[in-house]
């Protein structure tokens, strides 16, 4: 499969340039893991770092579900990858985990994302709260959100690509 990554039109309205650049972002991320083994996205970055492709991708899977699941939507979503007793259990892969899981994983949030996101305006404030701050966004403010979410974890993909096979890329 070959990613495609698009950025939206220079004079997109504000909503579709917002779901635009969180596409793009996403695609971009999903390009840094394209053509890589599993074991190689289980590789982190850096010791003592546990940081790997694979990992990014199941995070955002998990933010993509604290978001647009618990947040927006104030559905009880359970973690997928962590747990009180391992708080970045997304990040500690084991030889069982799969790419192929944490992708389709990361993909089934972002359909349930774009679904429940279709229900709200852009100043439509959230039906649920932020666990730690008690807070409720508005859809653009959590729009934004990811899009730098996503931006920030790319950089770190990025590199981490490079260190693999040498990869670069905007």
């Known amino acids: 499969m070959t990613i495609e990554r698009t950025e939206p039109a ?66 009880d979503a359970p973690p997928i990858y962590y747990s009180d007793e391992d708080q970045d259990g997304e990040f500690h892969l084991t030889e ?6 944490a992708f389709a994983t990361w993909q089934a949030e972002i359909e349930t994302a774009r679904r429940n996101a279709a229900r709200f305006a852009l100043d439509d404030l959230s039906e649920g709260k932020h666990r730690r701050t008690g807070e409720q966004f508005n859809l653009r403010w959590i729009y934004t959100h990811m899009i730098e979410e996503y931006a920030r974890h790319n950089g770190h993909a990025d590199l981490i690509r490079e260190r693999l096979d040498g990869s670069t890329g905007d």
């Open 96 to 101: 069982s985990d799969t790419y192929q899981e």
């Open 10 to 75: 220079t004079d997109a309205a504000e909503r579709t340039m917002l779901e635009g650049w969180l596409d793009y972002h996403r695609n971009t991320l999903a390009w840094k893991c394209e053509g890589l083994s599993d074991e190689q996205l289980r590789t982190a970055s850096v010791e003592p770092s546990e940081l790997s492709l694979m990992g990014l991708v199941r995070h955002m899977a998990e933010v993509e579900r604290g978001w647009f699941r618990k947040v927006l939507t104030n559905e």
